[in-house]
């Protein structure tokens, strides 16, 4: 899958999530729900693009759960 279409899908993954008051709570949902319904190569394709390219393209926040909570392995 084209890296353009996962930084769509895991921003409206974040937009669902944005009204949580709880940020550290936002994040393990976020990364909770690519665990749950991404498979491996689309998670670890995900996390390459935020090692590699800084998350471009991602909401912040949606950077910050891949970068604490996402499983590549």
């Known amino acids: 899958m084209e890296t353009d279409k996962l930084i769509k899908m895991a921003n409206q ?3 669902f999530y944005e ?3 709880d940020q550290a709570e936002a994040r393990q949902e976020i ?3 690519l665990n749950r319904f991404w498979n491996l190569t689309m998670r670890k394709s995900i ?3 935020v090692k ?3 998350g471009v ?3 912040t ?3 910050e759960a891949i970068q604490q909570y996402l499983k590549v392995s």
Do not use: M, S
């Open 13 to 15: 993954i974040g937009d």
């Open 19 to 21: 009204a949580f008051p």
């Open 31 to 33: 990364a909770g729900h």
């Open 47 to 49: 996390a390459t693009h």
């Open 52 to 54: 590699e390219n800084k």
């Open 57 to 59: 393209g991602l909401h």
């Open 61 to 63: 926040r949606v950077i």
